[in-house]
């Protein structure tokens, strides 16, 4: 589950928990948007989890080698040719 899922799904659950009052026959809407708010922030734990590692796997591995090589040309090449 992403971040943004699992945000919507608190949301969602704090709709049908805090500001909806309809009444079903057998269905609490309340306890409904209280289960949805749990598995958000469930959810949330274990993307933030997921992305936190993923960080520092990357981060354990050594920095690219960078090999610098420069090449000068002689500018004037008759004037070694001479002595």
Request: proline content about 6%; cysteine-free; aromatic content about 8%.
């Amino acid at each position: 589950m992403t971040i943004g899922g699992s945000i919507a799904l608190i949301i969602i659950g704090a709709i049908l928990a805090y500001a909806v009052n309809y009444e079903f026959s057998g269905i609490d809407i309340r306890l409904v948007g209280v289960i949805l708010m749990i598995g958000g922030l469930i959810g949330l734990v274990i993307g933030i989890a997921r992305i936190m590692s993923a960080r520092r796997a990357v981060d354990r591995r050594p920095p690219p080698a960078v090999r610098e090589e420069r090449y000068y040309e002689d500018p004037n090449p008759e004037i070694r040719r001479r002595y």
